[in-house]
């Protein structure tokens, strides 16, 4: 990439200090970026990193300009939001130089089921399987060996990478990403046990993922046994995460890796569950629940609660307990001194 700081500030509506127009030809971060890289001050603890960065250009806050101490002369674009102009500069370089999506024709070695139905400018990579009754929306993509099953159904402007498995009737929303090796619609955990032996209960639901949806690589996402396991406009999941049947997740979630969510369950919107969560069947976690990392969260949680630990418990609690439980080698000591003591005395 190459990009002058005119352009730059352009993207952002920021506002340029420089007495020269020098050329970027990277990002990076602060202690990482040399003179020819841009980068960017996104939370003030890391100021100091200002006296010692050889970027060629640093995006600051706007409230920064009548800071005269900062310890960084070089090129500076002020900007009301660091963070997120950081963003918009991302989103332009990938516009401008990562490989664009492919379109048009599918590819010869794709088998794609007369019957299934493709949107206007969308594409079907190499090895892909369309099935009966499938659909594909406008100007969605599909990378080699990605599989569609019968009459499920794609929404405009989706990107389903390598070796994506959309089973049988499930359906995803406009502006989708699934990242390669993500299973959609498994069949649910569900097994019954007669005479001695787990007879497996049919799974006849099945899953849909409405709009703006991104799911990371190696996730998981089990079909309903019946009706639906539904997750929510503009959720976010991430790598290595299991939604079993059931399960409905709100809107605007954020799912870490390596979460599980039990059969039946019920996220709220706007709720964050931390890496290494774990959710019980038939919970209830209200909007805005934070739940942290490695906890367990299980029956109903109220609205905007933080949860921690395992059982989970209210954050203070929590943190308070995690304390104490530090304080138990000293309190076991005493409590033995003690003892000791006044077995001394009674045998005296």
Known sequence: MKLTLKEIASWVSGELKSSTNIVIHGVAGLELATSKELSYLGNVKYIDLLKTTQAGCVLLPLEFKSRPDLGYSGPVIYVPNTQWAFVQILRGIEKEYKPKHPRGTPHPTAFIHPTAKLGKHSSVGAGCVVEEGAEIGDFSVLYPQAYVGHHAKIGKHCLIYPQVVLRENCELGDRVIVHAGTVIGSD?????????????????????IEEEVEIGANTTIDRATTGETRIGAGTKIDNLVQIAHNVKVGKNCLIISQVGVAGSSELGDSVVLAGQVGVADHAKLGNRVVVGAQSGAMGNVPDGAILFGSPARPHREAMRLHALLGKLPEMYETLKKLTQERRAKSEI
């Open 188 to 208: 649910g955990y569900g097994y019954l046990l007669q005479n001695g032996k787990h007879e497996k209960i049919p799974q006849i639901g099945r899953v849909v």
